[in-house]
């Protein structure tokens, strides 16, 4: 059974960096599109970024472009999410997903194994 794990969450600064990881068990990541999402309080689930399977090709939403950047490491099996100028308006819990077939997703529907998702507070 396949599960993912975020952490790397906290409580930031306007300005700070902060770098999320998804550890997996159950599956290779690098055989599955994987994609990181974000919800904050009394809004819908938007995309992040994604990253497709085996050449790993990146996508990201334009809010984040520029200073966000999906990776993800073979050897541990985890998924990153680098985040760098964090603003207010990225305060969000943050969760990673996995796409079990095809290419790459960019909406929520596309991805069918969830975390639990990591909490990111950026104050001003």
């Known amino acids: 059974q396949v599960q993912l794990v975020e952490s790397g969450g906290g409580l930031v600064q306007a300005g700070d960096s902060l770098r999320l990881s998804c550890a997996a068990s159950?599956?290779?990541?690098?055989?599955?599109?994987m994609g990181w999402f974000r919800q904050a309080p009394g809004k819908e689930r938007e995309f992040v970024a994604a990253i497709t399977s085996r050449i790993g090709s990146e996508a990201y939403a334009d809010p984040v472009k520029g200073r966000c950047t999906i990776s993800r490491d073979s050897a541990k099996n985890t998924l990153w999410l680098h985040m760098s100028s964090l603003k207010p308006e990225d305060t969000a819990i943050y969760y990673c997903?996995?796409?079990?077939?095809?290419?790459?997703?960019?909406?929520?529907?596309?991805?069918?194994?969830w975390g639990q998702g990591t909490q990111v507070t950026v104050s001003s």
């Open positions: 997903a996995l796409k079990s077939m095809g290419w790459i997703g960019l909406k929520s529907e596309d991805y069918d194994v």
């Open positions: 159950g599956r290779t990541l690098s055989n599955h599109a």
